[in-house]
């Protein structure tokens, strides 16, 4: 998506060989026009996919899936990583080792939203060694529901998480991929590819 690799070299940093930052409109100020255009893009490519349900995580993968299940017409859902008081019911969880904070947190999601009949569509902000979108992945399919797709804003393609998704046979749809980084360089794998 060339408005995304756009914004990505003019706002994103590389904080060195493995970390993005990209929180000047997407990790802590959120540019919602950025991220319309992004709904729109994932809407697109996962119209034919039958979609009932967006998974996401919080916090960062909130905004662009709002955005796309808006195009789409369907509700999204938010794995939450924190214990919460109120969500105490019928809890289907997975453990995810985060990336960035380097600890496993336990994400939950409430089997009241997400149904076995569901087709589930599963959006990130990121995709590195891929911890997040298999930990989806497992709560949807303990439902008992369908994976349509993972759809990701940002793949570092250096990094395994996507070629172990598509390798199990899922659709992994990224809006920007990464081949490499350096601190203050930032290489997209579309450029050399096609
Ligand atoms: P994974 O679970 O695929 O290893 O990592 C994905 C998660 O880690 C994303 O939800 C994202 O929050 C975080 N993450 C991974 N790499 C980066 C990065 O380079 N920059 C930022 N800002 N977050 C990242």
């Excluded at 393609?157 to 199990?168: N, R, T, V």
Aim: net charge negative.
């Amino acid at each position: 998506m060339e408005l995304l690799k756009q914004r990505i070299e003019k706002d994103g940093l590389a904080l060195n060989e493995h970390v993005l930052k990209v929180d000047s409109f997407l990790n802590h100020q959120i540019d919602p026009v950025l991220m319309q255009e992004i709904g729109k893009e994932f809407a697109e490519r996962f119209k034919d996919a039958g979609v009932t349900k967006i998974l996401t995580l919080e916090s960062s993968g909130i905004a662009p899936s709002v955005m796309a299940a808006l195009e789409l017409g369907v509700s999204v859902v938010f794995a939450r990583k924190r214990k919460s008081l109120t969500l105490t019911d019928d809890l289907v969880t997975a453990t995810v080792y985060s990336y960035t904070k380097q600890e496993s947190n336990t994400i939950a999601v409430s089997s009241r939203f997400i149904k076995k009949e569901d087709t589930v569509l599963i959006i990130d902000d990121f995709l590195a060694n891929g911890e997040a979108a298999k930990g989806l992945i497992e709560v949807v399919e303990s439902i008992g529901a369908k994976v349509a797709g993972v759809g990701i804003v940002i793949e570092k393609s250096f990094q395994p998480g996507a070629d172990e998704i598509e390798s199990k046979g899922y659709r992994l749809e990224s809006l920007a991929r990464v081949e490499s980084l350096k601190a203050g360089e930032v290489t997209f794998k579309d450029e050399k590819a096609e």
